[in-house]
């Protein structure tokens, strides 16, 4: 079964505004929470990362915002560029074995 | 160079076909990932590996196998190739821990036809 669910499936942002994607985990045991940001024609890549012991971490224009009791983890994208327009996904894992990931959202972000 | 290098990086192959997709890493890492990714459904776990001599089944591990030759590459086969096999396989490394994340290679689109 999808152990991260992921939504939406589909965003559109204007230029400038602020792109949110949220993912939600049943299992407590996972301890490592990423978003990778893939390209077409691209592997994915990964674009930030958070462990439970922080509720939020911040890198440039990207941030995860980490609520540990709801079980669920946020990628807010600040000031969206056209530029950020790609697929996202976030994932999770129990130390360092495989990573689970959630079904993607495809971003667009119009000029 | 790539640090995680996939060939071929397309393929078109016949229903029953024996098909190979092959995997290098130089990034020195233990561990070793064979992902599918399908439009609308993720990235889904085929097999991994921790070491040369472990190899563990993911949740679609069905009607595939794979190799871990060295530490450094990671082979994942079709024995039979069949249409819903078509998709983009994806490579990943990542270190002991994983807490670095996992690195992607550029990925192997197959068709099967």
């Known amino acids: 079964q999808q152990q991260v669910k992921q939504s939406p499936q589909s965003l559109i942002v204007q230029k400038g505004g602020i792109s949110i994607i949220n993912c939600a985990y049943e299992?407590?045991?996972?301890?490592?929470f990423p978003w990778y940001q893939q390209f077409p024609g691209k592997g994915p890549a990964l674009l930030i990362a958070?462990?439970?012991?922080?509720s939020e971490k911040k890198e440039g224009r990207f941030t995860i915002s980490f609520n540990k009791s709801a079980k669920q983890f946020s990628l807010h994208i600040m000031d969206s560029q056209p530029g950020d327009s790609a697929t996202y996904f976030c994932?999770?894992?129990?130390?360092?074995?495989?990573?689970?990931f959630g079904k993607g959202t495809s971003l667009l972000v119009t000029p | 160079d790539a640090d995680v290098t996939q060939t071929p990086r397309n393929r078109i192959t016949k229903t029953g076909k024996r098909i190979m997709l092959e995997c290098s890493q130089t990034?020195?890492?233990?561990?070793m990932y064979w992902y599918r990714q399908d439009p609308g459904l993720g990235l889904r776990l085929i097999y991994y590996?921790?070491?040369?001599?472990?190899?563990n089944k993911g949740e679609i591990s069905d009607g595939y196998s794979v190799s871990r030759q060295a530490q450094a590459k990671f082979s994942l086969s079709l024995e039979s190739a069949i249409p819903n096999q078509t998709a983009l396989y994806f490579c990943?490394?990542?270190?002991?821990?994983?807490?670095?994340?996992?690195?992607f290679g550029q990925g192997t689109r197959l068709t099967v036809v």
């Open positions: 990943a490394t990542s270190d002991f821990s994983g807490g670095v994340g996992a690195f």
């Open positions: 299992n407590t045991a996972f301890d490592y």
């Open positions: 958070i462990r439970p012991d922080v």
């Open positions: 994932a999770a894992s129990n130390s360092g074995y495989a990573l689970n």
């Open positions: 990034k020195g890492h233990d561990r």
């Open positions: 590996s921790f070491d040369v001599k472990d190899i």
